[in-house]
């Protein structure tokens, strides 16, 4: 069974940092490129940051470029993302994604406020 789970979510002031994780079960995770989304309310979701099965190409949106890392451990089975210099508009449910496999997690919620 396919598991995603996302953690690190919480309430942080603007320039503030935070580090999400999602750790994923039931599938050969080091073989599947993984993404972050992230939904605010009444908006659309929009992806975050993309990174390859094996962690070496990344991609992200132009919002949040310069400002999140997205990462990998296989060995964990676990992707990052790593959210510094914090903007109330950040403030978002975000998701983890293994595209290939039409998986989603349930959400962290990120609030960036003061």
């Known amino acids: 069974q396919v598991r995603l789970v996302e953690s690190g979510g919480g309430l942080v002031q603007p320039g503030g940092s935070l580090r999400l994780s999602c750790a994923a079960s039931?599938?050969?995770?080091?073989?599947?490129?993984m993404n972050w989304y992230r939904q605010a309310p009444g908006k659309e979701r929009e992806l975050v940051a993309t990174?390859?099965?094996?962690?070496?190409?990344?991609d992200y949106a132009d919002s949040v470029k310069g400002r999140f890392t997205i990462s990998r451990d296989n060995a964990k089975n676990t992707v990052y993302l790593q959210m510094n210099s914090l903007k109330p508009e950040d403030t978002a449910m975000y998701y983890c994604n293994a595209p290939r496999r039409g998986a989603w997690g349930q959400g962290t919620q990120v609030t960036v406020s003061s």
């Open positions: 039931g599938f050969t995770f080091s073989s599947l490129g």
């Open positions: 990174i390859s099965s094996a962690g070496g190409d990344t």
